[in-house]
């Protein structure tokens, strides 16, 4: 059976195969038609999963949406008229938009079917948006039952969710409602401290260990109700997604002293502190949470999805702080994620399908499902662009990377199979060497253009993740932050610093990932998941002695990250990177021509814009 699952028309838009309970393929459209965050219908990220799946005409048996549009079109109105006669610049912006394209997903899914080849599905059917998510973070998850936990800014109604899984069966059990959003509540302070809603959350956790949270008591006092078991009401006064287009309101700022940060301006220290603040009272909110999912289900395991569940600092706290012995987290758990779940919660809980464990693992092979390139293919292009390389065999080419990063180059990383979700895990990824106290200034300011303040995560050996980090198991998706070892510590004079300062400072042996707080976001690396890679961190560690490097997503600050081999290379002429690996190919950056002088004939197939 053929099962498409699709997400859409909010943000991050994807499409997943599942082929008779297996994944078969997953993308987001982002990756394709380099819009980043891209919420159109995903049509290249359909006809990739069909082609991956050999999927002809009349085999779609079950195309299966990812919420129910007119759910949600229901809690719009009846927000707008609960609001009124507030909100109508929001009622007159969101109207159109549903009656042009969001209430027509059927036809747009015939009409892409049609244009990938598959002709009309056997059958259309729709989740909730809660039921996605839960399917997502239990059904591919490496547990028979679990407690499963689903937390962002809302789906139809549902903000938060509880359920539990066991075998092929999920039962959902509460729910918290809109408006009161533990994702809203985030993105709120994200939009206050001047970054985009709904990309720009990471960086708001990401700031917060550089600020005190002398705000926590004020948002637990005037913006949160916080119950025992981790439910709680948002006092509306003081936000404004649901009257008007903006997340806050003139309440907030006298509150939070000041209006909104401009975007791009100088971060102050209001907004480290505001980040911090807001930082602690959702993982205290995440904390409770998970304690009341504990006594309900009995479980001595937990499973999380939606977009909360990228908060991997939360996610930290949970695995040391929380009543469960193993904590799994989907690994695309935004909206992207939703296709997969929504093509998994058909398999096992519509069609009642058995569901087989992994041997402890999960069933998501290291979310490396998107395209691939061979070597052939990538040669091919090299050649037709004229473009000069050393191709190197297995064995020798590992050595070859280990080298060039133990040399303090930087190293754009293109192999296999494209990951799934918002991180690179080694596949489309940016390498150097975490032992330099240059490396993060160097790849902010010279590689990813952003800003300078944001720590980089360290791809580490699996093996010896508890050389470097204060924790007992593995972290393959990057979802858990955890502390330096003490030892590897080194204290900062004391006295006060601005944030250029702050990150410039050496805090480890290990400096260009750990953050101001001795943190690190992890990915351990495993032998058996992605081999090549490991193979590269165990040279550098022959070298070195040092079994860790950085890894950052092959991308700069704004587009997303790379799909193909043209995307790869036109990243790495546009930035500083030293070397590109290419499958077993190597372009040296000082033999590439000048960029320039690629004229009319690339820009245009291959635009920079």
Avoid at 402 to 420: K, S, T, W, Y
């Amino acid at each position: 059976m053929n099962i498409l699952g699709i997400s859409a028309y909010y943000h991050d838009s994807a499409a997943c195969l599942v082929q008779d309970g297996s994944i078969t393929a997953a993308a987001q459209e982002e990756r394709f038609t380099r819009r980043k965050h891209d919420s159109g219908f995903p049509l290249n990220a359909v006809r990739y999963c069909l082609a991956a799946g050999d999927v002809g005409e009349g085999q779609v048996d079950v195309v299966v949406f990812y919420d129910k549009p007119l759910t949600k079109f229901s809690r719009i109105l009846k927000t707008s008229f609960a609001v009124a006669p507030r909100g109508l610049d929001a009622y007159l912006m969101a109207i159109p938009l549903w009656l042009r394209e969001k209430l027509w997903i059927p036809a747009d899914i015939e009409q892409a079917l049609a244009t990938a080849g598959a002709g009309k599905p056997g059958k259309l059917c729709f989740t909730e948006h809660h039921e996605s998510h839960a399917a997502g973070a239990f059904f591919p998850g490496p547990f028979e039952s679990a407690a499963v936990l689903t937390l962002d800014g809302v789906g139809e109604w549902a903000t938060s969710s509880l359920s539990r899984g066991e075998g092929n069966r999920l039962t959902m059990l509460e729910e918290l409602h809109f408006p009161h959003s533990l994702g809203l509540l985030y993105s709120a302070f994200t939009y206050h401290t001047g970054f985009r809603v709904n990309s720009g959350e990471y960086k708001l956790m990401g700031l917060a260990p550089y600020g005190r949270p002398v705000y926590a008591e004020r948002i637990r006092e005037h913006l949160v109700d916080i119950r025992s078991d981790g439910s709680f009401r948002l006092n509306m006064d003081y936000f404004g997604f649901a009257d008007s287009l903006t997340m806050t309101n003139d309440r907030f700022s006298t509150m939070f002293d000041g209006p909104p940060r401009a975007p791009e301006s100088d971060l102050t220290q209001r907004e480290m502190d505001l980040a911090r603040s807001v930082q602690v009272v959702v993982e205290e909110i995440v904390l409770l949470q998970a304690q009341y999912a504990a006594r309900v289900t009995g479980e001595k395991r937990l499973c999380l999805a939606g977009g909360v569940a990228l908060n991997c600092v939360a996610n930290g706290r949970l695995l040391r702080e929380s009543p469960f012995e193993e904590i799994w987290i989907q690994p695309a758990a935004g909206d992207a994620g939703g296709a997969l779940g929504a093509a998994l919660y058909h398999w096992h809980q519509v069609q009642d399908q058995p569901r087989a464990l992994q041997n402890g693992g999960d069933a998501m092979s290291g979310a490396y499902l998107g395209p691939a390139y061979d070597d052939d293919e990538i040669t091919a292009w090299l050649d037709a662009q004229k473009l000069p390389y050393r191709r190197l065999p297995d064995g020798d080419l590992e050595c070859e990377v280990a080298r060039l990063i133990d040399e303090q180059n930087v190293v754009g990383m293109f192999q296999g199979r494209m990951e799934f979700g918002p991180r690179a895990l080694g596949n489309r990824s940016i390498l150097g060497d975490a032992r330099s106290p240059k490396m993060q200034s160097v790849l902010n300011l010279k590689i990813k253009y952003r800003e300078s303040f944001r720590p980089f995560a360290p791809s580490c050996l699996e093996e010896r993740i508890g050389d470097f980090f204060d924790i007992d198991r593995p972290s393959p998706y990057m979802l858990l932050v955890a502390q330096v070892r003490p030892e590897r510590c080194l204290r900062p004079e004391a006295g006060e610093r601005g944030i250029h300062e702050m990150v410039n400072q050496v805090r480890s042996d290990v400096p260009a990932i750990t953050h101001v707080d001795h943190s690190a976001r992890i990915q351990s690396v495993s032998r058996e998941t992605n081999p090549r890679y490991h193979r590269i961190i165990k040279e550098f560690e022959k070298r070195t002695g040092f079994g860790i490097i950085i890894n950052t997503s092959f991308n700069v600050r704004g587009e997303p990250i790379v799909c193909t081999p043209e995307d790869a290379y036109r990243c790495f002429r546009r930035t500083e990177m030293d070397y590109l690996v290419l499958g077993n190919q190597i372009l040296d950056k000082s033999d590439q021509p000048q960029w320039a002088e690629r004229g009319e004939a690339w820009q245009e197939e291959f635009p920079l814009d």
